[in-house]
């Protein structure tokens, strides 16, 4: 089984027992964390999409560290000026471990849908 979630900005396509890097979460090593962001949820053949959520789908995971990437350095230079100049970063990131894919729920129905339904 494995979903495809947001966070941070980013997708991640996730299966059970993967370890991954994502964007700094707020949380203490070990605690339990949920995503609640599920945008696919698949299990062999058979795949739920959602629009754009899918409805009750969960990823849990655990928080395994936290650090900071290896040093990006960014360099500004412009010819002939006599102007150089030199900079450095390092993201936070915290990595999590995958223990659980549940509710290959319905999908979120739109407003369109909904309204439909009620006029029926």
């Given at each position: 089984?494995?979903?495809?979630i947001?966070t941070?900005?980013?997708?991640?396509?996730?299966?059970?027992g993967?370890t991954?890097?994502?964007?700094?979460?707020?949380?203490d090593?070990?605690?339990?964390?949920?995503?609640?962001?599920?945008?696919?949820?698949?299990?062999?053949?058979e795949?739920?999409?959602?629009?754009?959520?899918?409805?009750?789908?969960?990823v849990a995971?655990?928080?395994?560290?936290?650090?900071?990437?290896?040093?990006?350095?960014?360099?500004?230079f412009?010819r002939?000026?006599?102007?150089?100049?030199?900079?450095?970063?390092?993201?936070?990131?915290?990595?999590?471990?995958?223990?659980?894919i549940?509710?290959?729920?319905?999908?979120?129905?739109?407003?369109?849908?909904?309204?439909k339904?009620?006029?029926?």
């Open positions: 089984m494995y979903a495809v947001v941070g900005g980013r997708q991640y396509r996730v299966m059970q993967e991954l890097r994502v964007e700094k979460l707020a949380g090593v070990g605690a339990e964390i949920k995503f609640d962001q599920v945008l696919l949820v698949g299990s062999g053949e795949i739920t999409v959602g629009a754009p959520l899918v409805g009750g789908a969960l995971a655990k928080i395994v560290s936290h650090g900071r990437g290896e040093k990006v350095r960014i360099i500004k412009r002939r000026k006599h102007h150089q100049k030199q900079m450095g970063h390092r993201q936070y990131y915290t990595e999590v471990e995958i223990t659980g549940s509710g290959a729920g319905e999908k979120k129905a739109t407003k369109a849908e909904s309204t339904a009620a006029k029926e």
